[in-house]
């Protein structure tokens, strides 16, 4: 059974030529990649190393299988269905799309003011610039892609050209430090401490909010959606998620070099201290490319997946959706210099929202995937995949009912 028209997937020629390429799914792997890859992860991933050490390997295999359960359900459903994920959710629960998308949005416009600091701390680190500064040109840089004529495919080629150049430049770190390997492996899968709180909350952080849906979202607006892509769609959700855990584990390797050699990171940006440590001024200056990459690759993975959640909500938004991507950042960037930091009441707030997201969005796609064949063009779901989705679901229900104590963290 055929499902009604939905809104076109895309306004733009270039990205409906660019559909039978593979510039098109590579660019919905790093998107979802790098949107998850931002100054939080950094943060995050460094800050758990140095209180862990070589046991902190064990919770980043765990949250990477996780992330690939969640991501291969997400990608599944929404590539097959070809309607993004507000549309399937209003399809199952009239309304259910709307409340989606006002989450999904509100929470991708304050961590973006967030991603905007990131920008600005990152060139403050490179050249010394004033963040407010640093940030402010850096959203300017996110709208110039935009307002390209062929933002579609600019916004692919960026996001796989700093994707692969985190890469590079933290497996540079990584090497100079000299980690001690072995015991990272051995307590891959046999740590010394399993903290589930530092588990459950990289799993918040890497398939957590608009993450869910960049790459999903990004595949079906280039062209590729149907059951006859399915192997192009199950490919690309898992390499995604590979690369953010390449990323995270090179990160978390030169993270451990430092910290192994007895080195106490005690300054409140341990990051660009651990760098600092191992590359002396050249490792501050190579942070700064790291963040700086990290944050406005994050910038457009968060304007461009809001966006493609307020597309529901009228034609119109459809029609010139370049602009309210340009609007989106310039909000995100003026609220940012003129708080002159990241909102901290606002992102745990957000930070709480993005909890129930992933329990709300992935139950619904879940739940199309066990009954509502109608909705997948009779597509054959697999029900061992859609038994790990529920598996999966399961878990974030728990995780969405702990993100419930930052909300009441904001009356403390």
Do not use: C
């Amino acid at each position: 059974m055929a499902h009604p028209t939905t809104e076109p997937p895309s306004t733009e020629p270039d990205e409906l030529s660019s559909a039978s390429g593979k510039g098109a799914l590579l660019g919905a792997m790093f998107l979802m990649a790098t949107s998850a890859i931002g100054p939080g992860f950094i943060a995050q991933t460094t800050e758990f190393t140095a209180e862990l050490g070589a046991a902190f390997a064990f919770a980043i295999l765990l949250s990477v299988l996780v992330d690939i359960a969640v991501q291969l359900n997400v990608w599944r459903v929404i590539g097959v269905s070809g309607m993004r994920a507000q549309d399937l959710a209003n399809r199952v629960v009239p309304g259910f799309g709307y409340v989606l998308a006002g989450l999904v949005v509100f929470g991708g416009l304050v961590f973006n003011i967030g991603n905007i600091g990131g920008t600005g701390l990152g060139v403050n680190a490179m050249i010394g610039a004033d963040a407010r500064v640093g940030g402010a040109i850096s959203a300017l840089v996110a709208i110039a892609i935009f307002l390209s004529k062929r933002a579609g495919v600019a916004m692919d080629r960026i996001v796989v050209v700093l994707g692969a150049l985190m890469i590079v430049m933290i497996a540079v770190a990584a090497v100079t430090t000299d980690p001690p390997y072995g015991d990272a492996l051995k307590q891959t899968v046999a740590p010394d401490t399993v903290d589930v709180l530092i588990i459950t909350t990289l799993i918040g952080g890497t398939v957590g909010g608009y993450i869910t849906y960049a790459g999903a979202h990004r595949l079906i607006d280039s062209g590729i959606k149907g059951p006859g892509q399915v192997a192009q769609i199950s490919r690309g959700s898992v390499i995604g998620i590979l690369v953010t855990a390449v990323m995270r584990g090179l990160l978390f390797l030169a993270v451990l070099g430092v910290v192994a050699g007895g080195t106490k990171l005690v300054s409140d940006n341990k990051p660009a201290e651990a760098f600092q440590h191992a590359l002396g001024d050249a490792g501050l200056h190579l942070f700064g490319v790291i963040l700086w990459a990290a944050s406005i690759t994050s910038v457009i993975g968060a304007s461009y997946t809001s966006v493609s959640f307020l597309t529901t909500f009228s034609a119109g938004l459809s029609k010139h959706r370049n602009a309210v991507v340009v609007a989106f950042i310039a909000i995100s960037g003026l609220v940012y210099v003129a708080l002159g930091k990241s909102p901290s009441t606002l992102l745990i707030l957000a930070g709480a929202l993005n909890g129930l997201i992933l329990p709300f969005g992935l139950g619904i796609l879940v739940w199309v995937a066990l009954w509502r064949r109608d909705l997948l063009g009779g597509y054959a779901y697999p029900k061992w995949l859609a038994l790990i989705g529920v598996a999966a679901w399961a878990l974030t229900v728990y995780l969405g009912w702990e993100s419930l104590s930052g909300i009441a963290d904001l009356w403390k």
